[in-house]
């Protein structure tokens, strides 16, 4: 189906051509449109336009309206103040525009898709291989995972990329360790879980490390093992993949408790750029790029320096010929932009490392691989904290495990559904727990900006009341409910209807939802998606409690305010799905 023009839009449109009409130079000049609390939109607009054309700003505004046909879609409008616009729109048009976005085959609920969509690479949900995911990990991969859903629904092609940590030091000395200790991650065929990965990995590492720090013998051997690991020598490389192969069942498992898609071949590591690290710092180094500094190949920049005022440089290969990651990074672009044909790469990073991707994007600049055509964005985000405001820890200040904080919030939130629920088997009360646990937490994350710090509240997040997902699940569950009860009635439109001052607050929200859609993912701001959701909530809190549904007064009303019922579940369902989080049908 094609996409539904808002009502926002076409009232812009009727007062553009009202405006040209009245005052030709200004032809194209926009009306800055709002929803006002005075009319259901002003127009600030004729103002600034007044002021330019040397006209009286309340003359030009009853000119403009004078151009302004009422009736179909406009039932009233009037100047105010200094020159504003008052505008209200006709019930009929809300309902009309509803029922086009309620028809939409598709359950895109008239949504357009980009006429010109690009190709955005988005780097999110970067975990380590044989190490724990702690708190650090979760932004990265839940506001990526929505990031993600949001461009994929306005019809970008977007290709998915989780740049794992699997090279390096470390893993000279875990797979010299495990070639003398050949049967620790020996399964014999057994099925392992996400835990079991993880503690295997966890036991190994640690002994691994106390041999390392403890036998100079050993520790030679496992220097040794760090050439022969990038030398790309046949039997090491096979151990090393034992590490990567036990540590993604581990990733799998964090990932499937976070209902996110995490797919085997967007998982590319360190590793995988492997081949073009001499590569890359030939180029940099033959267009001048790069430069050879205390034996180490080094970027400079004009406005980078550190406190004693020496320049800062970024180094792509160190002076005993290693590579640290900036030449991971910036083979990784080179691989994104002429591989895969991305004209934006956007990384969901950690704020903590701006300073490291400005020296990336700048190199890559200079070096021609992005351009006024190909742009990388950083999408920083700030730090999860605990209640007391400092950086989340165990009480014994260690780093809190992503999967215990997890499963405390599915505790927590199964608890909630427990006491609520009324016709739910322990079966059906784990699986809300889930949803409703996991949301919990994705919205809490999601309704921050993401480069501001947040505070993780279990209390908080799985309240009933105020800004949460489980407030969000509930008046989606509400509907459903509703839905049930009025058995063989169904849901139907009655645009000849007068609408009460709750139905049409309503109505105006619900059609304001593709124009959401499209500002956050231009912005790539998830958290103007949840504002919008939690809005849109309250105003159905609102609707509800003023407006009977089932006993309305006539059939037409009973039908039509199921209608708005529905269409605001829809609406709820899919801007839910947006953010990665389910809307259980009972809870």
Not at 13 to 29: C, D, I, N, V
Not at 496 to 522: W, Y
Request: net charge negative; aromatic share 8%.
């Amino acid at each position: 189906m094609a996409s539904v023009t808002s009502l926002t839009a076409s009232v812009h449109q009727r007062l553009a051509s009202a405006l040209s009409a009245a005052l030709p130079e200004a032809a194209g000049a926009d009306p800055l449109l709002r929803r006002s609390d005075r009319a259901d939109y002003q127009a600030n607009g004729i103002l600034a336009l007044a002021k330019k054309a040397k006209a009286n700003p309340r003359e030009l505004a009853t000119q403009v309206v004078a151009q302004v046909t009422t009736g179909d879609l406009i039932q009233d409008i009037e100047v105010s103040g200094p020159g504003f616009l008052n505008v209200t729109i006709t019930d009929r048009a809300i309902t009309e525009n509803l029922a086009a976005r309620a028809a939409d085959t598709d359950g895109r609920l008239g949504v357009p898709r980009t006429e010109q969509p690009g190709t955005t690479v988005v780097d999110y949900a970067q975990p380590n291989v044989a190490k724990e995911m702690h708190v650090g990990h979760l932004r990265s991969a839940v506001i990526g995972d929505s990031v993600v859903q949001l461009l994929e629904f306005t019809g970008e092609n977007v290709v998915r990329r989780h740049h794992i940590g699997d090279w390096g030091t470390q893993f000279g000395m875990l797979i010299q360790y495990l070639d003398e200790h050949p049967h620790e991650l020996d399964h014999s065929g057994a099925e392992v879980s996400g835990e079991e990965a993880m503690s295997n990995l966890d036991r190994l590492y640690k002994a691994a490390r106390r041999k390392f720090d403890s036998d100079e013998e050993f520790k030679t051997r496992a220097r040794r093992r760090v050439v022969d690991l990038q030398a790309g020598e046949p039997h090491t490389l096979a151990m090393w993949q034992k590490f990567v192969d036990e540590s993604k069942i581990y990733f799998f498992s964090v990932f499937e408790k976070l209902d996110m898609e995490v797919r085997d071949p967007d998982i590319v590591g360190e590793s995988g750029y492997n081949d073009m690290l001499a590569e890359t710092c030939r180029l940099l180094e033959e267009s001048g790029v790069a430069v050879r500094s205390e034996g180490a190949l080094c970027v400079f920049f004009d406005d980078i320096k550190g406190p004693d005022g020496n320049p800062v440089p970024l180094i792509v290969q160190k002076s005993d010929g290693g590579y640290g990651y900036a030449a991971t990074d910036l083979s990784a672009i080179r691989d994104r932009v002429f591989n895969l044909k991305a004209n934006t790469l956007l990384y969901v990073v950690d704020a903590r490392q701006s300073l490291h991707f400005k020296m990336v994007f700048e190199t890559a600049r200079k070096a021609g691989w992005l351009n006024d055509d190909v742009k990388a964005h950083q999408l920083a985000f700030g730090t999860v904290l605990g209640k007391d405001g400092k950086p989340f820890k165990t009480r014994e200040g260690e780093t809190v495990r992503l999967v215990d904080l997890l499963d405390e919030a599915i505790d927590r939130a199964s608890a909630v559904v427990r006491e609520k629920a009324q016709d739910l088997s322990e079966e059906e009360i784990a699986e809300r727990g889930a949803q409703v646990g996991i949301g919990a937490v994705k919205y809490a994350d999601l309704s921050t900006s993401a480069n501001r710090d947040y505070k993780f509240d279990l209390d908080q997040m799985v309240s009933l009341n105020g800004d949460t997902s489980v407030y969000l699940q509930y008046a989606y569950a509400r509907i459903q409910s509703i839905l049930r009860k009025a058995g063989e009635v169904r849901p139907a439109a009655h645009p000849e209807l007068e609408l009460h001052a709750a139905e049409r607050a309503l109505g105006l929200h619900v059609d304001a939802f593709a124009e959401v859609v499209a500002e956050a993912a231009a912005e790539y701001a998830p958290h103007k998606m949840t504002a919008y959701l939690y809005q849109l909530a309250s105003l159905y809190t609102t609707f509800y409690d003023k407006c009977p549904v089932l006993k309305a007064e006539t059939p037409e009303q009973v039908q039509n305010r199921l209608f708005l019922c529905d269409v605001t579940a829809k609406t709820l369902h899919q801007g839910m799905a947006l953010l990665g989080i389910r809307t259980p049908e009972r809870l």
